[in-house]
């Protein structure tokens, strides 16, 4: 899978397409799923442009790489699902075509606010 310029997350990134979003610094984005699959369901995606978590090992900088981490973290904070606050949530990175990935751009899926069930049917 090559990076697309045209996905649908680099057009958010590049305000092309509005979103509901929830955090935002120098390393990441986050926003609200337009489909949820949870009762919360929100996305963070790098800003950089790695087509998914194996792209991004190998191409991240340090910096980048504590920034995603750390925005997965803040995002779950501020939803309300984090330990500290919550009661625990699920974050999820399909990586390419047997791991179910759609869009070629990594995104982690933040789900919480209600338990989440079995992880593989």
Do not use: W
Request: charged share 25%; net charge neutral; glycine share 10%.
């Amino acid at each position: 899978m090559s990076y697309d310029d045209n996905n649908i997350f680099a057009k958010i990134l590049r305000g092309e397409i509005p979103c509901k979003k929830i955090f935002e610094d120098k390393y990441v984005l986050s926003f609200h799923d337009i489909n949820p699959q949870k009762k919360i369901h929100a996305l963070v995606i790098p800003k950089g442009k790695y087509t998914d978590l194996d792209d991004f090992s190998q191409k991240a900088s340090p910096e980048e790489m504590v920034g995603l981490l750390k925005g997965i973290n803040l995002v779950a904070k501020k939803l309300g699902i984090s330990v500290d606050g919550g009661k625990g949530y699920r974050a999820l990175a399909n990586i390419s075509e047997h791991g179910g990935q759609e869009v070629p751009h990594l995104h982690f899926h933040l789900f919480g606010g209600e338990k989440v069930g079995k992880m593989v049917e």
